[in-house]
């Protein structure tokens, strides 16, 4: 990119310290790092090596030490949202590169090569590598509204070779073997005995030492000295892979092939300064004016099969010659480079050609050079047809799928890759989830949003118990969306302790805590497909599990006193539902739920903007809270008085008396059974006033009747005007037969009869609400007080016979 004016370059990425690979089975898309093995772990701070011993105890060491990264992007998120997107971006570099991706180097290096840890580490690594890439790209494209293809393809370029030189590190200093006054020691050694001696050599070698001398003469070096030749070359292709043409030239002049230093300058462009300057006092000329030359030569070197494979890649990386070039690059970042490498060399020549700055070199170029059209398009069609089985299957990585749309800024066919992945049978690794969470909702900046992604990251979250970080990923939901998914995760959560916690974090993310709520009751309220019908089977009237759950969600109504209405409204819903199916005790779970004073905070909450007349919702739902307390008071004052008569005292069984101590002994459990059955008696009584005064409260409810609305100034519900009316049909008819059988029971027979007159009361109009079979039983059992009066000298309705 150096040959490119400096305003056009962007700056190398910051160096990070180097990462031995091993053989997992993710590392199979990272290319051979040329310090394989080497376990010099010096860069190591003593705080990582400490945090590594300890996670080398977990059964997991890798997700052990990765599993910080998921609350550490979410709060550098929220903390850099609202600022300039780069920061951010920066900001999950430094996540990576400092905390996580080193400890997992030291661990794998510790631990040897656990296939986990390995395969966790190589996740983040590529994870960085995106994420440089993303903030190389996009800074241009969106800062700078940059689209020139050259600048992108050499942004690409760098981006790849920065990767390789963290990689490398200080692979230079490293081979210091190299280092040596003469170029092929080896070789001038055995001339000059040669000379002395005045003999030949069974094996044949070069006669003469310049740098041309092996290929002229068609003779070899001495076998060590082609050894270190070899091993130079790879390590030469290697520095110019990463970038460091410069150590290069460096590692050439220290190893006596200054000639061959020389060979790497010659790219730069010509510029004499002197001919438009002016002045008089004459600067230094820069480049090679004889460019055109040397690049045709170094073409030619790429062609020539009897030079060293990487000695051809590298003039072959010079020249733009691809076909050497790809010949050592084994993985699919060497591949992507090579096709970059030449792309940019052809459109900086083609900008020279257009700018006439090369109208000499045009000759000496070679014409399928100059006839290629490279596009990123197609070298990215080229590698999915790549002969190497490796490229191959590296190009279906996903990171490198990503990597691939956001270089090629089809962000479309991203989002069609990703809807692919996530319908897929094989569930994604949670960490590329997050990455690829976090990448869209940088793109939502730019106008893309993907649902999916988001929703399948927040599920995986609550599958890890994250609670903590949900809220604020549904928060960057649209909001329909969002409440729908809150709402489906507090389902999930159950321990009461968390729930005030949960309702604060999606407060704090923006979301509609009340429309949330509501959700969650309303969903788990209609999980079931009870009917308000009348039921002839015996029903199951004890709390089930499910029941349980009805009971307990109301619970999130409760944290909230401005949701009181809201916990009003719902709790009767479930209550009619319970009553419908006789679920007294979980209808009265239910009502405990409601804090006494609900009624009292909701006139509180209207009357404090303002408003003295409630809504006629809130007043329709406080009558019929009212309603259903009726209703549960004078059940249970029936269940009272039910216990109560069933637990008679027993009379006594008197004992032979045969003897002074028994008759007393009868005497004495005979008045004891006499004092308990007048308790017993009195009690009864006022268990039967009390049952026969709370179920009136119920049928002959003021107002219009018991589960009426007073207000019909409210919007209509059409199903909670049907089941108020079922359960006047189902209720109302059982709480009188229940007064019924207790007023017959303790033989009140004329009140009984008089209850047939409230029945049949056109004021009250009570009859509607009975079938005419339960008509029919009612009647039958008037029947029975009817006789039983005649038995005692009354006349068939309670009173008295005249003479």
Known sequence: SSILPPGGRTPRYTHTPRNNLDDSEWTTSIYTSPVMGLENTSFFTNDITNLSSALLKEDDPGEAAAASLFPDFLASFLKHSSSAVFDLFVTYLLIMTISQVDVLQSVVLRAGQNSKTAGVRWLLQQENCSWRLITSLYRDRVQLALEDDIMID????????????????????NIEYYAKNVCWENTLHALKLRRKSGTGFTVPLVTELDPDAPLRQQRPLADLDRED???????????????????????????????????????????????????????????????GIWKACCWRMAEEEQLNRYERAIYASLSGNLKPLLAVCESWE??????????????????????????????????????????????????????????????????????????????????????????????????????????????????????????????F????????????????????????????????????????????LATDAGLDVAAITKLVVETVRERDDAEFTHHNQTLETGTTKDDQRKIDVIDWLLFDPAHRAEALKQSNAIMR???????????????????????????????????????????????????????????????????????????????????????????????????????????????????????????????????????????????????????RSLCLPRLSFLLLSVLQSSSRHQEALRLADIISSDQHRLYQVFSKEELRRFLQKLRESSLSLLDHGFDPLGYELQP
Request: net charge negative.
């Open 461 to 504: 979250l609550i599958r890890d118990q994250q609670t903590d970080l949900v809220a604020s990923y549904v928060g960057q939901l649209p909001a329909e969306i969002a409440t729908a998914q809150y709402g489906a995760f507090l389902e999930t959560v159950t321990q009461p302790e968390l729930r005030p916690q949960c309702l604060r």
């Open 229 to 291: 030749d070899a091993r130079l070359m790879k390590n030469l292709f290697t520095l110019i892979r990463a970038g460091m043409t410069e150590e290069a030239q460096r590692l050439c002049k220290r190893c006596g092939q200054a000639w061959r230093a020389a060979t790497l300058e010659g790219w730069k462009l010509y510029h004499d300064p002197n001919l438009t300057s002016g002045s008089i006092e004459l600067q230094p000329v820069e480049g090679n004016p004889q460019r």
């Open 334 to 459: 060497d591949c992507v480079w090579a096709y970059f490498r030449v792309m940019v060399d052809s459109l900086v020549e083609k900008d020279l050609m257009s700018s006439g700055m090369a109208h000499q070199e045009v000759e000496t170029l070679s014409r399928e050079y100059l006839e290629a059209n490279w596009t990123m398009e197609k070298v990215f069609e080229e590698l999915q047809a790549s002969e190497s089985k490796r490229v191959l299957e590296e190009t279906k990585e996903h990171y490198h799928v990503i990597q691939k749309f956001v270089i090629l800024g089809d962000l479309d066919g991203l989002m069609e890759e990703f809807s692919d992945w996530l319908t897929a049978s094989k569930p994604l690794p949670s960490h590329l989830l997050r990455f690829m969470t976090h990448l869209l909702l940088f793109f939502r900046s730019l106008g893309l949003v993907c649902v999916d992604v988001l929703k399948a990251y927040i599920s």
């Open 577 to 727: 539902k319970f009553l419908a199916l006789q679920k007294h005790d979980a209808a009265k779970a239910v009502f405990s739920k409601v804090p006494e004073d609900s009624m009292k905070e909701i006139c509180s909450q209207w009357a404090g903007i303002g408003q003295t007349t409630l809504p006629a919702e809130d007043d329709n739902a406080i009558r019929e809270h009212l309603c259903i307390r009726a209703y549960l008071e004078a059940h249970e004052a029936f269940t009272d008085w039910f216990s109560h008569s069933s637990s008679a005292p027993q009379k006594p069984i008197p004992a032979p008396e045969a003897k002074f101590t028994e008759r007393v002994a009868n005497e004495m459990r005979e008045k004891e059974y006499q004092a308990s059955l007048s308790a017993w008696s009195c009690r009864l009584d006022v268990l039967t006033e009390d049952v026969k005064e709370r179920i009136y409260n119920v049928l002959l409810f003021v107002d219009g009747g018991w589960m009426v609305d007073n207000r019909e100034d409210s919007e209509q519900e059409t199903e909670r005007s049907h089941q108020m009316a079922a359960l």
């Open 154 to 173: 050499i942004l690409v370029v760098d981006w790849l070779e920065s990767i390789a030189k963290d990689q490398i590190g200080d692979f230079s200093d």
